[in-house]
């Protein structure tokens, strides 16, 4: 990144933007092949969500949407692509460790990108909940006040197996079956299990 100028090119790029700290809405992908907990290294939290554990070895997606934040779904910009380049600095880029007395510069440095310019974020009133989307994730632990909600919560699933969700300071783990289901403020429930077919509807919690 930082040879042939590259890393001129990308600083500028990333602007001064502020990461968000407590989004309304996150996305993690959990890939359990690639920790090393030797090293200190398991990918298993963003943001607000942590402790995120999957059911097999494949990956794993989970999508959590805080309605406590008060504001609504960003709508999806459509993707753009465009071709360009940049002058090089002149720095020489090694052909490989094999030569490493053979260099070259290359004059300028071209790019493919692929944007998006995403739009306004829309209000929305604030609600006292959750609304969690899983696929081969088995156990999920939210931030209740970094997701700006409390311990009575409701909490809707969409899963495609047993999800356990545990909310720090707020007690026990919440337990929903494979399907769509949601339990009351602050009550741990079980979602009753649904019939593949009658999936698209929504299971009440089983207090």
């Known amino acids: 990144m930082c040879n042939d100028g590259i890393w001129q090119v990308l600083t500028p790029w990333l602007g001064h933007t502020r990461r968000v700290d407590d989004p309304a809405r996150v996305t ?3 890939n359990p092949l690639m920790d090393d907990p030797a ?3 398991v990918g298993d939290h963003a943001y607000w969500v942590s402790s995120i554990e999957t059911r097999t070895r494949n990956l794993g997606t989970v999508d959590v949407s805080s309605g406590g934040t008060g504001v609504g779904p960003r709508p999806v910009a459509e993707a753009a692509t465009d071709n360009g380049s940049v002058p090089s600095d002149g720095i020489t880029l090694g052909t490989g460790y094999d ?5 070259s510069s290359l004059p300028s440095n071209p790019y493919t990108r692929e944007y998006r310019h995403p739009g306004a974020v829309p209000a929305a009133t604030p609600s006292d909940s959750l609304t969690i989307t899983a696929t081969n994730i088995r156990h999920v632990t939210i931030d209740p006040a970094r997701a700006h909600v409390d311990c009575d919560a ?3 699933v ?3 197996g047993p999800l356990s969700v545990h909310l720090l300071g707020c007690g026990g ?3 929903f079956a494979g399907a769509q289901g949601s ?3 602050g009550v741990p429930g079980l979602a009753g ?3 593949p077919a009658a999936r698209l509807h929504s299971a009440p919690a089983v207090r």
């Open 193 to 195: 299990l649904v019939p």
């Open 183 to 185: 339990t009351g403020p």
């Open 158 to 160: 969409t899963s495609d």
């Open 39 to 41: 090293s200190g290294l």
């Open 154 to 156: 409701t909490i809707s």
């Open 173 to 175: 783990d919440r337990e």
């Open 28 to 30: 993690y992908v959990r």
């Open 99 to 103: 030569h490493p007395d053979l260099r």
